[in-house]
């Protein structure tokens, strides 16, 4: 199993350029999120699916859209990137939406965006 | 906002000595789970302890939950060099299963 998989692992964008994230998972995961790691911050949610069909916005979705067309994908759309959006991006995966289940990360994509 | 923040913010320690971080939290939780990140990596999960438990032991981790106090320790004893890194916990607030971290403790084990 190859886990978690995202990419690219570096991007640079300038302001106004849209890209997207890529995360697929491999374990028949039924949860996957993103978040972004910023300094001091911690890491910070942005966009969850608890199943193919289904996201709902998490603390900082603003600027941000996703979609869940297969269990296995979870793409991050950056609609009209700023400034602001300069982070790292991590994407997890868990079994199930129970929170005894732990969560299984990416190695992130980090971003930057002029 | 954030739910779980760690203390303290950062650690130096010598090789072979114990490391103890502290996380509190603000509201009622069903579990705390500690996350490990290496320089550069994603998170791993290092252990889970439930609202009900008060200790859990996993190799050289131990983890005590507080919710009088709403706050857990992690100790990491006779630390090596390989355990530098960012440690996180992440808590789950009752009526949700999102996972919230906070933005974790960096220890760094000198040789």
């Known amino acids: 199993n190859a886990g978690v998989t995202q990419t690219p692992k570096f991007q640079v964008l300038k302001t106004g350029q849209s890209m997207t994230l890529q995360c697929a998972q491999d374990m028949n995961h039924e949860y996957m999120s993103w978040y972004r790691q910023d300094p001091g911050m911690g890491l910070r949610l942005i966009h969850y699916?608890?199943?193919?069909?289904?996201?709902d916005q998490g603390e900082v979705p603003n600027g941000y859209n996703v979609s869940r067309s297969t269990t296995e994908d979870f793409p991050l759309r950056l609609l009209s990137a700023a400034p602001s959006q300069t982070s790292v991006y991590f994407c997890?995966?868990?079994?199930?939406?129970?929170?005894?289940?732990?969560?299984?990360f990416g190695s992130g994509t980090q971003l930057s965006v002029l | 906002s954030q739910q779980g923040e760690e203390d303290p913010q950062a650690l130096s320690i010598q090789e072979g000595e114990n490391a103890t971080m502290n996380c509190s939290y603000k509201?009622?939780?069903?579990?705390l789970q500690w996350y490990r990140q290496n320089s550069g990596r994603g998170l791993v999960h290092l252990i889970l302890?439930?609202?009900?438990?008060r200790e859990k032991h996993s190799g050289r981790l131990r983890v005590t939950l507080d919710t009088s106090k709403k706050s857990s320790s992690l100790l990491i004893t006779a630390s090596r060099a390989a355990d530098t890194a960012s440690y996180f916990c992440a808590t789950d607030e009752t009526s949700d299963y999102k996972l919230s971290f906070g933005a974790g403790t960096t220890v760094t084990v000198r040789a």
């Open positions: 997890a995966s868990s079994y199930s939406t129970d929170t005894n289940e732990k969560l299984f």
């Open positions: 509201t009622s939780i069903n579990n």
């Open positions: 699916s608890v199943g193919a069909g289904i996201t």
């Open positions: 302890i439930r609202s009900n438990e």
